[in-house]
Structure formats: structure tokens, C-alpha cells
């Protein structure tokens, strides 16, 4: 056999086999057993006893964990307190400070704090006459005045804010005429009404008719 004969002979490679391990159905059936026991374990000694005081081993009381939901719920409580103590407060002053939403006012309108009045006010000649409603802040009045001889009278639409002693007020209208209609929404609680200014050599008679939250000041 000459030189290139005998480097054509094939070389033999050695094949070595890889077996992989399958776990058996008992053994994934242990182990999803042993999984949820586990987890059932976290819930009653650890999940329960910190989130809703719930201790039914008495591990998460010797852990401290039943503090943690039993301090949750002592500031929930006092929360609320603290809301009943401020709504306390206001219903025994004589303005309650709410900002109600427009359906709220809506609803206001159809309550038995809503009330209509009409009355006639007498603007005595060459002398001004003030008439004030009590109203909450962010109430809703409306309103509408004329006078009986259609004689023109100088007005100024204003309120004074609750408690004030500055001697502050807040003008909303103030004009000549012998009829106004509006409405007003209240920026602060107080007084609100009209102040009117009879220049004439004869007393002028005004009606006054108002639907709202309030109480007559007069």
C-alpha cells in the first residue's frame, strides 16, 4: 500500500448520547401539591394577618404582622371623626362653607331650604333703604325687582362677607333702573342685597321677589 492509500483511509469519530431526565406525572402532581401548600401557608400566617387582621394560626400576632392592619384601620377611623367633627362645626355656625356641583344646586332648588318671598319695600323721598338675605357661600339666589310707578331708582347690588368688621363689601351691580331680573352664586358667606337711593320728592315703592337658600335679614 503506497503513501496515498493509506491517507484515504477514513478516521473514525466517537458519537456520545445525551439522555434527558423525564419527570413522571406523579412527580409534577407532588410538586403543584406542595407548591399550593406553601402558598396557603403565606396566606393565613402572613397576607391575612398584615392586610385585614385576620390571624387565625396566631403567627402574625407574634410577628407584629396583625399591627400593620390594625394601624390602617385606626387611621380610617379617625378620618372619619375628623370629617364628623368639621360637619358638626358647620351646622352650628350660621353659614355651612360647601361648593356644591351644578346638580347639586339643581336639587337645592327642589328642597325645603329653598324658599320664595315677595315683599314690597318702601324707599321714603330723598333717602336710601339697604334689604339683605343671610346666604351660605356658593348658594345660588334668584331674583327679580320693579318698581310700582316705574320711577327709576339708583341701586348698588352688593354683599358683606360674614364676620367682617372692616366695613368691606363686594358691589355685583350697581346702575339706575326701575326694573331688574337676575341671578347671583355667591362668592362668600354673608350678607347680600340692594341698596336703594330715592332721589325723588316722593316715596317709591319697590317688589322685591326672591327664590333661594337664605334667611331674610330684612
Given at each position: 500500500m503506497?503513501?496515498n492509500?493509506?491517507?484515504?483511509?477514513?478516521?473514525?469519530?466517537p458519537?456520545?448520547?445525551?439522555?434527558?431526565?423525564?419527570?413522571?406525572?406523579a412527580?409534577l402532581?407532588k410538586?403543584?401539591?406542595?407548591?399550593?401548600?406553601?402558598?396557603?401557608?403565606?396566606?393565613?400566617?402572613?397576607?391575612?394577618?398584615?392586610?385585614?387582621?385576620?390571624?387565625?394560626?396566631?403567627?402574625?400576632?407574634?410577628?407584629?404582622?396583625?399591627?400593620?392592619a390594625?394601624a390602617?384601620?385606626?387611621?380610617?377611623?379617625?378620618?372619619?371623626?375628623?370629617?364628623?367633627?368639621i360637619d358638626d362645626?358647620?351646622?352650628?355656625?350660621?353659614?355651612?362653607?360647601?361648593?356644591?356641583?351644578?346638580?347639586?344646586?339643581?336639587q337645592a332648588r327642589?328642597?325645603?331650604?329653598?324658599?320664595s318671598?315677595?315683599?314690597?319695600?318702601?324707599?321714603?323721598?330723598?333717602?336710601?333703604l339697604?334689604?339683605?338675605?343671610?346666604?351660605?357661600?356658593?348658594?345660588h339666589l334668584?331674583?327679580?325687582?320693579?318698581?310700582?310707578?316705574?320711577?327709576?331708582?339708583?341701586?348698588d347690588?352688593?354683599?358683606?362677607?360674614?364676620g367682617?368688621?372692616?366695613?368691606?363689601?363686594?358691589?355685583?351691580?350697581?346702575?339706575?333702573?326701575?326694573?331688574?331680573?337676575?341671578?347671583?352664586?355667591?362668592?362668600?358667606?354673608?350678607?347680600h342685597?340692594?341698596?336703594?337711593k330715592?332721589?325723588?320728592?316722593?316715596?317709591?315703592?319697590?317688589?322685591?321677589?326672591t327664590?333661594g337658600?337664605?334667611?331674610?335679614?330684612?
Amino acid at each position: 500500500m503506497n503513501n496515498n492509500e493509506q491517507q484515504l483511509q477514513p478516521i473514525a469519530i466517537p458519537v456520545h448520547s445525551i439522555t434527558i431526565p423525564v419527570h413522571s406525572t406523579a412527580t409534577l402532581i407532588k410538586a403543584s401539591i406542595a407548591a399550593g401548600v406553601i402558598a396557603a401557608i403565606v396566606l393565613l400566617t402572613a397576607i391575612l394577618p398584615a392586610e385585614y387582621n385576620i390571624d387565625p394560626t396566631g403567627i402574625g400576632k407574634a410577628l407584629g404582622l396583625t399591627k400593620i392592619a390594625q394601624a390602617a384601620e385606626i387611621g380610617t377611623v379617625e378620618n372619619t371623626e375628623s370629617v364628623d367633627d368639621i360637619d358638626d362645626i358647620e351646622s352650628a355656625a350660621l353659614v355651612i362653607v360647601t361648593a356644591p356641583l351644578v346638580a347639586d344646586i339643581k336639587q337645592a332648588r327642589k328642597t325645603a331650604a329653598v324658599r320664595s318671598d315677595s315683599v314690597n319695600v318702601v324707599i321714603p323721598a330723598g333717602k336710601g333703604l339697604e334689604y339683605k338675605l343671610l346666604l351660605n357661600q356658593f348658594t345660588h339666589l334668584t331674583y327679580q325687582w320693579h318698581t310700582l310707578d316705574e320711577a327709576p331708582l339708583f341701586f348698588d347690588f352688593h354683599g358683606e362677607p360674614q364676620g367682617d368688621t372692616t366695613g368691606y363689601y363686594e358691589s355685583y351691580n350697581i346702575s339706575t333702573a326701575d326694573k331688574v331680573t337676575g341671578s347671583l352664586t355667591t362668592p362668600f358667606a354673608g350678607a347680600h342685597g340692594w341698596y336703594w337711593k330715592n332721589t325723588s320728592d316722593a316715596a317709591i315703592t319697590v317688589v322685591l321677589n326672591t327664590t333661594g337658600a337664605y334667611k331674610i335679614k330684612g
